[in-house]
């Protein structure tokens, strides 16, 4: 078996895990909430993106806020998660 057959095949990730829309550059998902936590689909999405030198961006409402878990992610892989507002 060659094993540069399989350089390109995707990474198999949890369903739980699936984001809302992903670029070359990006990995997009999208929470219509209150508050949010540094969920275990967060930490999967994270670990993919600084895997595959992307950046997690999280869509929330303006008034969302972020929890102290959630915080501490981002803190701990700085330039992975963002977050932008929902338009």
Known sequence: MDPSAHSH?????????LPDAETDERIYLVKNVPLLRATQQILLLSAKAALL???LILMTPAACRLDKTLEELMR????IIHREDLR
């Open 9 to 17: 095949a995707p990474l198999p990730i949890p369903s739980g895990a």
């Open 53 to 55: 030198h992307k950046q």
């Open 76 to 79: 701990s892989r700085p330039g």
